[in-house]
């Protein structure tokens, strides 16, 4: 599944990243800790998280994450926007609690 189709299909809110929605979708993340992300997800996972600074995207794109949620209707630090376009990671959001998008994210991916 591609980033776009997600986006389409869960209704997701769009910060920035449009021109890379293409990206392959391998699996997904839920972690809030930086040192466990970078520890355990694996490239072209979707990241869930509640976290909004800059350092997110620094992980990201370390780990070449297909996308990075922010939950809970959380918007971007503009440092983090701006870190976002220049590593070409695209951030997305939703009003719905981690547990909810998690599960929505895995049926998906899963099909």
């Not at 986006?7 to 809030?32: A, M, N, P, Q, T």
Request: aromatic content about 6%; some cysteine.
């Amino acid at each position: 599944m591609k980033v776009r189709e997600l986006v389409d299909k869960l209704d997701l809110k769009l910060f920035c990243g449009e021109e890379h929605l293409d990206r392959e979708i391998k699996g997904g993340y839920v972690s809030d800790l930086l040192s466990d992300v970078m520890g355990f997800a694996q490239e072209g996972h979707v990241w869930m998280t509640l976290q909004t600074h800059k350092n997110v995207i620094a992980i990201a794109s370390l780990k070449e994450l297909a996308c990075v949620i922010l939950v809970k209707g959380f918007q971007p630090d503009p440092d983090m926007l701006e870190q976002a376009k220049d590593e070409e990671i695209p951030i997305l959001g939703t009003p719905m609690e981690t547990f909810d998008i998690a599960g929505r994210v895995y049926q998906e991916i899963s099909k």
